[in-house]
C-alpha cells in the first residue's frame, strides 16, 4: 500500500541528495532510516524467545499508545532515571519514569514519538508517580556483557493516542 504522501518524501528525498546522488543523514533520525545492509549487527547477541505462550486475552489487556514527548529531565538525585512529560492524546500530560540515561541526554528525546503501556498501574520512583512504561529494545554485544538499549521510536505522523493492535 502506497502511503498518501509518498510522492512528497520520494521528491523531498531526492531534492536532500548529495552531487553523488546518497542522501545526506538526517542528523535527528536515530537510525530510524538506515537501511539494515549500512549497520553492523555481527557483534549484537540476540537473546532466545519466551517458550511460554501468553494467551489472546491476556495480551489484549494491554494498552500500547503512541506517546509524544513533550518535555524530557533528568530525575535529581538518580543516575539512571529521566522523567518524561508525554501527550498520550487525552488532553491531559502523562508522566512517565525511565531508567535509560545511560543510552540517551533527554534533550535529544523531545518532540519524538514513542510506545508506551498506559494502562499499568502508578508506581512512585524517587518520590515521583509514574504512569506507565515506554517500550525499548535491549540486546548484549556477543563476548560482552555490555548492553544496548534502543528505545521505540515511531513515524512522527503517528499522532498521540494512537492505540497499537
Known sequence: MKSLD??????????????????QAASDNNGFFTPNDKIDF???????LFEEQVDFDTF???????????????????KKLLQFTLDDGTGKDRTILS??????EP???????????TNLPPRAMM??????????AVNNLKDSEE??????????????GAKLY
Open 6 to 23: 509518498s510522492d512528497k518524501k520520494a521528491s523531498k528525498a531526492q531534492s536532500e541528495a548529495g552531487a553523488d546522488g546518497s542522501a
Open 42 to 48: 555481527s557483534k549484537v547477541k540476540v537473546e532466545s
Open 60 to 78: 489484549s489487556k494491554s494498552d500500547f499508545r503512541a506517546v509524544k514527548v513533550k518535555e524530557c529531565v533528568a530525575v535529581p538525585k538518580s
Open 99 to 104: 531508567g535509560i540515561h545511560a543510552y540517551y
Open 107 to 117: 534533550e535529544e528525546l523531545v518532540g519524538k514519538t514513542l510506545i508506551a503501556i
Open 127 to 136: 518520590g515521583i508517580e509514574s504512569c506507565g512504561m515506554l517500550l525499548s
Open 147 to 160: 548492553e544496548e538499549l534502543h528505545l521505540i521510536m515511531v513515524d512522527n505522523h503517528i499522532p498521540a
